[in-house]
Protein backbone atom coordinates (compact mmCIF):
# COMPACT_ATOMS: atom_id res chain seq x y z
CA UNK A 1 0.00 0.00 0.00
CA UNK A 2 1.18 3.78 -0.90
CA UNK A 3 1.98 5.47 2.46
CA UNK A 4 -0.60 7.59 2.00
CA UNK A 5 -3.08 5.33 2.16
CA UNK A 6 -1.65 3.66 5.50
CA UNK A 7 -1.66 7.06 7.10
CA UNK A 8 -5.37 6.87 6.12
CA UNK A 9 -5.98 3.40 7.57
CA UNK A 10 -4.20 4.15 10.57
CA UNK A 11 -5.25 7.41 11.04
CA UNK A 12 -1.62 9.20 11.18
CA UNK A 13 -1.72 12.85 11.98
CA UNK A 14 -0.22 14.93 9.36
CA UNK A 15 2.63 15.65 11.52
CA UNK A 16 3.38 12.53 12.54
CA UNK A 17 3.29 11.85 9.17
CA UNK A 18 5.02 13.96 7.69
CA UNK A 19 7.98 13.45 10.56
CA UNK A 20 8.00 9.39 9.57
CA UNK A 21 8.59 10.54 5.95
CA UNK A 22 11.16 12.62 6.20
CA UNK A 23 13.06 10.35 9.32
CA UNK A 24 12.72 7.73 6.45
CA UNK A 25 13.34 9.43 3.68
CA UNK A 26 10.60 8.05 2.04
CA UNK A 27 9.52 10.56 -0.84
CA UNK A 28 5.25 10.60 -1.63
CA UNK A 29 3.52 7.53 -3.05
CA UNK A 30 5.86 5.11 -1.95
CA UNK A 31 4.44 1.63 -1.23
CA UNK A 32 5.75 -0.53 1.82
CA UNK A 33 4.74 -2.92 3.68
CA UNK A 34 1.71 -2.27 6.51
CA UNK A 35 3.99 -3.84 9.14
CA UNK A 36 7.07 -1.33 7.85
CA UNK A 37 4.77 1.53 7.93
CA UNK A 38 3.52 0.88 11.53
CA UNK A 39 7.03 0.55 13.06
CA UNK A 40 8.12 3.52 11.58
CA UNK A 41 5.50 5.41 13.17
CA UNK A 42 6.25 3.47 16.47
CA UNK A 43 9.83 4.42 16.58
CA UNK A 44 9.13 8.07 15.36
CA UNK A 45 7.08 8.72 18.03
CA UNK A 46 8.99 7.13 20.80
CA UNK A 47 12.11 8.83 19.78
CA UNK A 48 13.89 11.44 21.63
CA UNK A 49 12.70 14.86 21.03
CA UNK A 50 16.60 16.30 20.00
CA UNK A 51 17.42 13.04 17.70
CA UNK A 52 19.83 10.73 20.21
CA UNK A 53 20.21 7.25 19.35
CA UNK A 54 21.20 6.37 22.96
CA UNK A 55 19.69 8.21 26.37
CA UNK A 56 21.89 10.96 27.79
CA UNK A 57 24.18 10.16 30.54
CA UNK A 58 25.16 12.32 33.64
Do not use: C, H
Not at 9 to 28: I, N
Not at 33 to 47: G, H, I, L, S
Amino acid sequence: MSIEELRDKYKVSDAVFEGVKAAKKWKSGRQVEENEFTKAVEDFKTAPIDGRKEEAKG
